[in-house]
């Protein structure tokens, strides 16, 4: 566990606290995202699947869509306090994935035309979508980052050995795939989105998660092992 009570700014490039300068990526992509959802004029290509159209809308999934954002920050806190080469690889897939997704955006904006003007039910799920619609715009959706973010926690939760046993996996991958199932039931993404991001996930994989270790190994070997 790292005692961040020594945490100073002088020490912050210190081998126990230089994986926070990783989190600096996190404001940069802010930025990046806002300028790509309000700084710019795009022209917008729309997504959609013959399948979409067979997917009915159920706003029951809305809690399952927000628990990415629990999901994917406790991820950082639990991984940033008590397994740091975890962490490392959470942010190495963060990043990878994160960078070449914004430049889809930019190189090939999407939207999707998914959502319903009217709702066959009056509830509070029902309202809390409304609100979900309001603020969140309909534009940059393939790849989806409700996806990348769950896939990251996943693979991440593989990784540490807290939750390496059947139980926790059990419950990261009902999680992943209930949040990926609600960008759809919700009718903010397309299937097509979801299958574009798997496939950024499966190729950003062995360089966030295998190619580090890989690289350790290498380091650790003596001259004339190599």
């Keep these: 566990m790292v005692d961040y009570r020594k945490l100073r ?14 989190l600096l990526y996190w404001p940069i992509y802010g930025l990046t995202f806002l300028i790509l959802e309000r700084g710019l004029t795009l022209n917008y290509h729309p997504v959609e699947a013959a399948l979409d159209a067979k997917i009915p809308f159920c706003e029951y999934f809305v809690p399952a869509y927000y628990f990415w954002f629990v999901f994917l920050i406790g ?13 490392k690889k959470l942010m ?17 904006p999407t939207k999707q035309e998914l959502r319903p003007t009217e709702f066959a039910r009056d509830n509070i799920f029902v309202s809390i979508v409304k609100g979900l619609y309001g603020f969140d715009t309909n534009t940059n959706v393939c790849p989806s980052l409700h996806v990348i973010g769950s896939f990251a926690v996943l693979f991440t939760s593989r ?32 299937v097509i989105d979801i299958w574009t991001a798997l496939i950024l996930c499966a190729a950003a994989y062995p360089f ?5 270790d890989k690289l350790k190994a290498i380091r650790r070997r003596t001259p004339t092992e190599i």
Excluded: M
């Excluded at 950082?76 to 975890?86: C, E, K, L, R, S």
């Design 92 to 108: 190495y897939f963060i990043i990878i994935t994160y960078t070449v997704t914004s430049v889809i955006y930019l190189l090939y």
């Design 159 to 190: 990784h540490c050995k807290r939750f390496k046993n059947f139980w926790w996996q059990t419950g990261f991958v009902s999680a992943t795939l209930l949040i990926c199932l609600s960008t759809v039931f919700l009718k903010q993404h397309s």
């Design 9 to 22: 700014p002088s020490n912050i490039t210190s081998p126990e606290f230089r994986h926070l300068l990783l």
């Design 75 to 87: 991820i950082h806190f639990y991984t940033g306090f008590f397994d740091v080469p975890a962490f």
């Design 208 to 212: 966030a998660y295998i190619l580090p």
